[in-house]
C-alpha cells in the first residue's frame, strides 16, 4: 500500500491566492522530505528540501518566499505556494525517504491550476 | 555537474517484445541509481535500486543492470500494463536523499 500520502489530489486556486498542500509519512518517520514540480511532458525538478526541526533547503532558482516549506513533525511537510500565479500551475510531488538505504517513496501527487 | 540522460525518449513495443530503456549518468561519487515507474496522473512508484556496477535485480518482466557509467532497464515479453514512463535517477554520495532524475522514456506496449 501507499507510504506517503498528499492532499488535496487537486486544486483550482484563483490568481494571487495562496494553496497549501500536505504530504504525510504513512507508518513511518521521516526527518527529511523532497518536494518536486513536475510540467506537463517532462521530468521531476526537485524544488526543495524539507528538515524537520530547521529550515528548508532550496534548489537553486525556487523563491523561498513563495513556495513556503514547514516540516511541522516527523510524519508531516506542508508547502505553501503564495500569491499563485497562472505559471505556477503544475503538478506538485512530495517523497520520503524509508528503510535502511533510504530509498525515496513518492507519493500521489497534487495537481494545481491556478486561474 | 551531476546529469541523468535516459533513452529512447518514446518506445511502441508490440505485446511480447523485448527491448530496453538505456540510463546514462554522470555524477561525482554514486551512491544509488533508481528507477521509477510512473503513470499518467500519479507519483513515481519505486522499482529498484542498484548500488555498484555489476549489480542486477529483477522483478516480474523487469531487469535493471548497472555500469560504471550507464543502467539498462530490461522488459522481457512486455504486456500492455506495462505501458507507462520510466524515470531514471541517481543519488550522490555527499548528497544523501536528493534525487537528479532523467527525463523519461514513454513505453507503450500494444496488443
Known amino acids: 500500500g501507499a507510504v506517503v500520502s498528499q492532499h488535496p489530489s487537486r486544486v483550482i486556486c484563483k490568481s494571487g491566492t495562496s494553496v497549501k498542500i500536505e504530504c504525510r509519512s504513512l507508518?513511518?518517520?521521516?526527518?527529511?522530505m523532497f518536494w518536486y514540480r513536475q510540467f506537463p511532458k517532462q521530468s521531476l525538478m526537485l524544488m526543495a528540501t524539507s528538515n524537520e526541526g530547521s529550515k528548508a533547503t532550496y534548489e537553486q532558482g525556487v523563491e523561498k518566499d513563495k513556495f513556503l516549506i514547514n516540516h511541522a513533525s516527523l510524519t508531516l511537510s506542508t508547502l505553501t505556494v503564495t500569491s499563485a500565479h497562472p505559471e505556477d500551475s503544475s503538478f506538485y510531488i512530495c517523497?520520503?525517504?524509508?528503510?535502511?538505504?533510504?530509498?525515496?517513496?513518492f507519493g500521489p501527487g497534487t495537481r494545481l491550476t491556478v486561474t | 555537474e551531476d546529469q541523468v540522460t535516459q533513452s529512447p525518449e518514446a518506445l511502441r513495443l508490440q505485446e511480447g517484445e523485448s527491448s530496453s530503456l538505456n540510463c546514462s549518468y554522470t555524477?561525482?561519487?554514486?551512491?544509488?541509481l533508481f528507477w521509477y515507474r510512473q503513470d499518467p496522473g500519479k507519483g513515481p512508484e519505486f522499482l529498484f535500486t542498484?548500488?555498484?556496477a555489476g549489480e542486477e535485480k529483477e522483478k516480474e518482466r523487469l531487469k535493471a543492470t548497472l555500469t560504471k557509467k550507464e543502467s539498462f532497464l530490461h522488459i522481457t515479453a512486455p504486456k500492455p500494463e506495462d505501458s507507462a514512463t520510466y524515470l531514471c535517477a541517481v543519488q550522490a554520495t555527499r548528497n544523501t536523499g536528493k534525487l537528479i532524475f532523467g527525463q523519461g522514456t514513454t513505453l507503450q506496449v500494444k496488443p
Open positions: 555524477v561525482s561519487g554514486l551512491r544509488g
Open positions: 507508518d513511518f518517520q521521516a526527518t527529511t
Open positions: 517523497s520520503a525517504p524509508r528503510g535502511v538505504d533510504l530509498e525515496q517513496y
Open positions: 542498484l548500488y555498484s
